[in-house]
């Protein structure tokens, strides 16, 4: 449908929402932990779409791995669907690679589920739906 937000990996969740308030000349909206993916999220509106900074919380959370081998950037972009589980099924049949079978509960009250970057041309891709 749209896309729904951008993540970028971040070493400090502080230094980069300070960063990011001056960027966007505007404070983030939300922090929010994902407990599960060992992440600490915040968020900051940019129009219609958000960014998503993610600091990892824990030594084995997909941030803190993402970081120690590229460093800090971009590490997703997300697409809102209407019903993820119909596109996770269709791009399955297409071919690409479905990191997680079933879809989880993500940041921002969200079912999100991502595609191996090797098969979206080395972009890691979130698919993301409101749960309602
Ligand atoms: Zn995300």
Do not use: W
Not at 19 to 40: D, I, M, Q
């Amino acid at each position: 449908m749209k896309v729904e937000h951008i993540g970028i990996a971040i070493k400090d969740l502080s230094t980069s929402n300070a960063l990011f308030a001056k960027l966007f000349g505007e404070a983030n909206y939300k922090v929010e932990n994902v407990e599960s993916e060992g992440v600490a999220t915040s968020f900051f509106k940019c129009g219609d779409t958000k960014i998503e900074l993610l600091e990892a919380t824990r030594e084995d959370s997909p941030i803190a791995k993402f970081i120690a081998k590229r460093g800090e950037g971009i590490h997703h972009i997300a697409f809102e669907v209407e019903d993820i589980h119909a596109e996770m099924k269709r791009l399955a049949g297409e071919g690409f690679t479905i990191l997680n079978p079933e879809p989880k509960k993500g940041a921002d009250n969200k079912l999100v589920c991502f595609l191996h970057p090797k098969t979206t041309n080395g972009v890691l891709v979130e698919l993301c739906q409101e749960i309602r």
